[in-house]
């Protein structure tokens, strides 16, 4: 080792630009140790799969509304569009969990169950056959089972306070 002169460069001085550049070093390091946060959360009410769980709701009552199971199965069959709106909305905002999964296999089971009874209604030639309008019944509250599920899922709040790292 070479003894420090006052003469010497390298004793106690840096090059031109290097303090610039040990603090921006240091300013990188403390950032990948806090990580990269969003210090706003994100709005998290989800508007646009509110406006289809609304949609679906009013179709859902509006459109079964008369106590005909018969009357019924066509309103049935136009909510599953609005379901699978709802889906894909869901699963664009990575919402799913377990129990909405579990309301979807309900929908399909009773949605077959229904389809069966129809068809064995109309054997019958029977629209008021008892198996048809329990099918209907179990149909209607799967949909709200559905519904409940999805409002469940839209509304709570993201995994810690949504402003966890990137």
């Not at 950032?31 to 859902?60: E, I, M, V």
């Amino acid at each position: 080792m070479t003894p420090c002169s006052p003469r010497s460069a390298a004793c106690g001085r840096t090059a031109p630009g290097g303090t610039v550049r040990a603090v921006a070093s240091v300013a990188v390091l403390a950032a990948f140790a806090t990580g990269c946060r969003n210090d706003t959360p994100p709005p998290w009410g989800y508007p646009d799969l509110k406006a289809t769980l609304g949609s679906l709701s009013r179709a859902l009552e509006e459109g079964c509304a008369e106590t005909a199971p018969e009357s019924c199965v066509d309103d049935l069959d136009r909510l599953g569009a609005l379901a699978d709106r709802a889906f894909g909305q869901a699963l664009g905002h990575r919402l799913l969990d377990a129990g909405y999964v579990d309301a979807v296999t309900e929908l399909d089971r009773a949605r077959e169950l229904r389809v069966a009874a129809a068809a064995a209604a109309r054997d019958r030639r029977d629209p008021r056959y008892a198996p048809f309008r329990r099918a209907v019944a179990a149909e209607r509250l799967a949909y709200r089972r559905l519904l409940a599920a999805l409002e469940r899922i839209r509304t709570a709040p993201p995994p810690g306070d949504g402003t966890d790292p990137v």
